[in-house]
C-alpha cells in the first residue's frame, strides 16, 4: 500500500518547468524512471511511519518513491540551490511529511538533523536483531561517493551520527566499478581498500544494477545499487582510521608482495625489522598479494600495527611521502598514538535458546 500524493507533473515535465540542467562539474546524473526509483525504496526497504535521510534528491525522483513508501518523515540534504524551489513544491505536496536542507552532505553531520526532534523512532539496542525504522538514502553524485561512504563507515564505527539510533542501514547508488569494489571478494581483481572498510563494520551488498541508459544526462558507466547494514560486532577490534591507514598502503602495490606495502608504514631504518615483525607474528606469506588476504588476515594486520604504534610513539603520524617525517619528532605531537578503541556494551554470547548461532558472527 502507497501513501498518496496529490497529483504531480511527471518527473521529466518538473525538470523542465525549472529549467533543470545537470552540471557536470558536481557529477549530476538524474534518475528518470521512476519504476527504478520505487524498486530503490523497495530494496532499501521503506517501511509505513519509517523515517529517512536522503542524500542528494536533486529533481525529486528517489524522493517521490520514499514518500510513497509511506515514510512518516523524509529529510533531504541538498548543495545546489537550483533544486529547492522544486523539491519546497515536493514538500508541499507531502503534507509536512518533508523536510529540507540545503547543505554539503559532505559537511552535514546527518544525525544532527533528528537530535531534538522528540516524536523520532525509539532508538534500540545495538545488538538488537531488528534494525531501526529508519534509514539514509542517496543517488550519489559520482564525486563524493567514495569519500562519503568512507565518512559513513568511519561514523557507523563509532556508532555516531545517526548510528547513535542503532544499525541504521545505508543504501546508495555507486558506478558499477565502486560498488563492485565495495561488495569485492578475497582474491578477486576488484577487492580493495575500500572492501575491507566496508566489509569488516557492515554487510555490503549490491541489490541491484542500473544501466547508464536510464540517467539523464547519460553517464559513461552503469551503477550499482549497494544496501549496507551495520553488523552487529565489527570483524577487526582496532580504531577506523588505524585500519584505514594500513588498507591503504597494503593495497598500494596491488600486484607487488604484501611486504612492499607494508613496508610503507615505517621510517627507512625500520622499515624491513617492523615489516618482518608483522608478517611472523600474523603468518602471513610475504610473497603473497594483498586482494589474496582475507578479513582474518587484515584483522590480525591491524592488530600487530595498532600494538607497534603504541610501542613507537609517532609511527601512526608517519607518512613515507613526506620527506620532512622524522619519528622522533613526530613523538612529540600531540596525537602521536593511534586513537583509542571506543568501548561499547558487550554483546550476548548466545541465543535466546542458550545455544551459539554462527549467523550473528557474519564471517566474510
Same mark, same amino acid.
Given at each position: 500500500?502507497?501513501?498518496?500524493?496529490?497529483?504531480?507533473?511527471?518527473?521529466?515535465?518538473?525538470?523542465?518547468?525549472?529549467?533543470?540542467?545537470?552540471?557536470?562539474?558536481?557529477?549530476?546524473?538524474?534518475?528518470?524512471?521512476?519504476?527504478?526509483?520505487?524498486?530503490?525504496?523497495?530494496?532499501?526497504?521503506?517501511?509505513?511511519?519509517?523515517?529517512?535521510?536522503?542524500?542528494?534528491?536533486?529533481?525529486?525522483?528517489?524522493?517521490?518513491?520514499?514518500?510513497?513508501?509511506?515514510?512518516?518523515?523524509?529529510?533531504?540534504?541538498?548543495?545546489?540551490?537550483?533544486?529547492?524551489?522544486?523539491?519546497?513544491?515536493?514538500?508541499?505536496?507531502?503534507?509536512?511529511?518533508?523536510?529540507?536542507?540545503?547543505?554539503?552532505?559532505?559537511?552535514?553531520?546527518?544525525?544532527?538533523?533528528?537530535?531534538?526532534?522528540?516524536?523520532?523512532?525509539?532508538?534500540?539496542?545495538?545488538?538488537?536483531?531488528?534494525?531501526?525504522?529508519?534509514?539514509?538514502?542517496?543517488?550519489?553524485?559520482?564525486?563524493?561517493?567514495?569519500?562519503?561512504?568512507?565518512?559513513?563507515?568511519?561514523?557507523? @564505527?563509532? !556508532?555516531? &551520527?545517526?548510528? +547513535?539510533?542503532?544499525?541504521?542501514?545505508?543504501?546508495?547508488?555507486? #558506478?558499477? /566499478?565502486?560498488?563492485?569494489?565495495?561488495?569485492?571478494?578475497?582474491?578477486?581483481?576488484?577487492?580493495?581498500?575500500?572492501?575491507?572498510?566496508?566489509?569488516?563494520?557492515?554487510?555490503?551488498?549490491?541489490?541491484?544494477?542500473?544501466?547508464?541508459?536510464?540517467?539523464?544526462?547519460?553517464?559513461?558507466?552503469?551503477?550499482?545499487?549497494?544496501?549496507?547494514?551495520?553488523?552487529?560486532?565489527?570483524?577487526?577490534?582496532?580504531?577506523?582510521?588505524?585500519?584505514?591507514?594500513?588498507?591503504?598502503?597494503?593495497?598500494?602495490?596491488?600486484?607487488?608482495?604484501?611486504?612492499?606495502?607494508?613496508?610503507?608504514?615505517?621510517?627507512?631504518?625500520?622499515?624491513?625489522?617492523?615489516?618482518?615483525?608483522?608478517?611472523?607474528?600474523?603468518?602471513?606469506?610475504?610473497?603473497?598479494? @594483498?586482494? !589474496?588476504? &582475507?578479513?582474518? +588476515?587484515?584483522?590480525?594486520?591491524?592488530?600487530?600495527?595498532?600494538? #607497534?604504534? /603504541?610501542?613507537?610513539?609517532?609511527?601512526?603520524?608517519?607518512?613515507?611521502?613526506?620527506?620532512?617525517?622524522?619519528?622522533?619528532?613526530?613523538?612529540?605531537?600531540?596525537?602521536?598514538?593511534?586513537?583509542?578503541?571506543?568501548?561499547?556494551?558487550?554483546?550476548?554470547?548466545?541465543?535466546?535458546?542458550?545455544?551459539?548461532?554462527?549467523?550473528?558472527?557474519?564471517?566474510?
Amino acid at each position: 500500500m502507497t501513501s498518496r500524493l496529490p497529483p504531480l507533473p511527471a518527473l521529466r515535465d518538473f525538470i523542465h518547468m525549472y529549467r533543470l540542467r545537470a552540471k557536470k562539474i558536481l557529477s549530476q546524473n538524474y534518475l528518470m524512471d521512476m519504476n527504478i526509483t520505487r524498486k530503490i525504496a523497495k530494496h532499501a526497504k521503506v517501511a509505513q511511519n519509517d523515517w529517512v535521510i536522503e542524500i542528494g534528491p536533486g529533481p525529486g525522483g528517489i524522493t517521490r518513491a520514499i514518500l510513497e513508501a509511506g515514510a512518516a518523515r523524509l529529510d533531504v540534504v541538498e548543495i545546489d540551490n537550483r533544486f529547492i524551489p522544486p523539491l519546497q513544491h515536493l514538500a508541499e505536496a507531502a503534507d509536512s511529511r518533508m523536510h529540507i536542507h540545503h547543505q554539503d552532505a559532505l559537511r552535514t553531520e546527518i544525525g544532527d538533523i533528528w537530535k531534538h526532534e522528540p516524536a523520532r523512532p525509539s532508538s534500540i539496542n545495538w545488538h538488537d536483531s531488528r534494525l531501526p525504522a529508519m534509514h539514509v538514502i542517496g543517488n550519489l553524485p559520482f564525486n563524493i561517493a567514495s569519500p562519503l561512504i568512507i565518512k559513513y563507515l568511519r561514523d557507523m @564505527s563509532y !556508532r555516531r &551520527g545517526v548510528w +547513535q539510533y542503532g544499525r541504521v542501514p545505508l543504501t546508495l547508488t555507486f #558506478q558499477l /566499478e565502486v560498488a563492485k569494489r565495495l561488495c569485492s571478494p578475497i582474491a578477486c581483481d576488484t577487492r580493495s581498500r575500500i572492501s575491507i572498510m566496508a566489509q569488516y563494520v557492515a554487510e555490503p551488498k549490491m541489490v541491484f544494477q542500473i544501466s547508464g541508459s536510464c540517467f539523464v544526462p547519460r553517464p559513461q558507466v552503469d551503477v550499482g545499487v549497494v544496501r549496507f547494514e551495520p553488523r552487529k560486532t565489527p570483524l577487526i577490534n582496532v580504531p577506523f582510521e588505524v585500519l584505514e591507514k594500513l588498507c591503504r598502503q597494503v593495497f598500494h602495490y596491488r600486484q607487488k608482495f604484501v611486504k612492499k606495502g607494508l613496508k610503507t608504514l615505517y621510517p627507512e631504518e625500520l622499515e624491513d625489522v617492523l615489516a618482518d615483525e608483522l608478517l611472523k607474528k600474523c603468518r602471513i606469506d610475504p610473497t603473497t598479494t @594483498s586482494i !589474496r588476504l &582475507g578479513i582474518e +588476515q587484515f584483522a590480525d594486520l591491524a592488530q600487530g600495527y595498532y600494538e #607497534q604504534c /603504541e610501542r613507537h610513539p609517532g609511527l601512526f603520524l608517519y607518512d613515507y611521502t613526506n620527506k620532512q617525517h622524522v619519528l622522533e619528532q613526530l613523538a612529540l605531537e600531540p596525537n602521536a598514538l593511534p586513537p583509542r578503541m571506543p568501548q561499547f556494551e558487550t554483546p550476548p554470547p548466545e541465543t535466546e535458546d542458550g545455544k551459539w548461532n554462527l549467523r550473528d558472527f557474519n564471517i566474510i
